[in-house]
């Protein structure tokens, strides 16, 4: 599976982006699909991720702020993110599994496909 994120960029805090992940053409019906961010600082991180069941899971951080969704066709997701902080900022990440445990879903090592990362910049 080929992923392709996009729709980062600077933003004042407060605003709002929302984050794409394109697959390649192909349905992502059966697969885990999640969100991580990462800074130079900080391992990757999990910030919130779909079942195939359309379960939603999210980091206490994007509790209440961030919002991951799919497509009808289920070849896209996305992320919403409004009331965006500084500590936001990071290159985000979409991944993507069929095999993930579930009491492990918050773990990239759980992932196998990754898309090329978007930056996300937070500032005034």
């Known amino acids: 599976v080929q992923l392709q994120a996009s729709g980062g960029g600077l933003v004042q805090p407060g605003g709002s982006l929302r984050l794409s992940c394109a697959a390649s053409g192909r349905s992502l019906s059966s697969y885990y699909l999640a969100w991580f961010r990462q800074t130079p600082e900080k391992e990757r991180e999990f910030v919130a991720a779909?079942?195939?069941?359309?379960?939603?899971i999210y980091a206490d951080s994007a509790k209440g702020r961030f919002t991951i969704s799919r497509d009808a066709a289920k070849t896209t997701v996305y992320l919403q993110m409004n009331s965006l902080k500084p500590e936001d900022t990071a290159v985000y990440y979409c991944?993507?599994?069929?095999?993930?445990?579930?009491?492990?879903?918050?773990?990239?090592?759980?992932?196998?496909?990754w898309g090329q990362g978007t930056r996300v910049t937070v500032s005034s």
């Open positions: 779909i079942r195939y069941s359309g379960a939603t």
């Open positions: 991944a993507a599994d069929r095999g993930v445990i579930l009491s492990s879903i918050r773990s990239a090592q759980q992932y196998d496909f």
